[in-house]
């Protein structure tokens, strides 16, 4: 009898198989196990995707970065050229104004800017540091016979005054 079960089932199978369009029976063990699978599969996918998506986002957000700090560079370089004095404020400016336009001509931008602001390119950074003094001119000639005389009156009057006055004058004769 239990031949004849299986003959019948075997034929039941065929049946089955037939009407499901060649499909194979599986155990329901086996079929949850698929679907728990699928169902893994699908939500890996998901997390995937939303991570792709955030990674696109980041790689827009660095190129626009990158774009901005080699405008700043190229700003930097041309303004120094042509001899900005306060190459920040110029800088500043300039990317206001590129930001402000559609185009981005630098070039124009900078030129258009050193005819505006004519005071940014002046060179009173360099003229300045020429100029100032750091100490007194010391003179030699007649300085020893003061000198003398200033010292003879700081030791003999024993006065503050004096002293810084000697002390003054020896600074700047030795």
Same mark, same amino acid.
């Given at each position: 009898?239990?031949?004849?079960? /299986? ?7 065929? /049946? ?50 990158? /774009? ?5 560079? /190229? ?18 400016? =300039? ?26 390119? #002046? ?30 009156? =700081? =030791?003999?009057?024993?006065?503050? #005054? ?13």
């Amino acid at each position: 009898m239990s031949q004849v079960d /299986e003959e019948r089932l075997s034929e039941t199978e065929v /049946e089955q198989q037939v009407l499901d369009g060649g499909s194979k029976l599986v155990p329901l063990t086996e079929s949850i196990r698929y679907r728990r699978r699928a169902q893994s599969a699908e939500k890996k996918n998901e997390e995937l995707s939303a991570e792709l998506e955030q990674t696109k986002a980041e790689l827009s957000e660095a190129a626009g970065e990158l /774009e901005s700090i080699k405008t700043e560079q /190229e700003l930097v370089r041309k303004l120094s050229a042509e001899g900005a004095g306060d190459l920040e404020a110029a800088v500043l400016l =300039a990317k206001s104004r590129l930001k402000g336009s559609d185009s981005k001509d630098v070039d124009g931008c900078v030129e258009q800017l050193k005819k505006e602001k004519q005071y940014l390119f #002046g060179k009173t950074g360099t003229a300045n540091l020429m100029v100032k003094k750091t100490s007194g001119v010391k003179s030699r000639s007649a300085g020893q016979n003061i000198l003398e005389q200033a010292a003879k009156r =700081a =030791a003999g009057s024993g006065d503050r #005054g004096d002293l810084q006055e000697y002390l003054k004058l020896r600074r700047s004769v030795l």
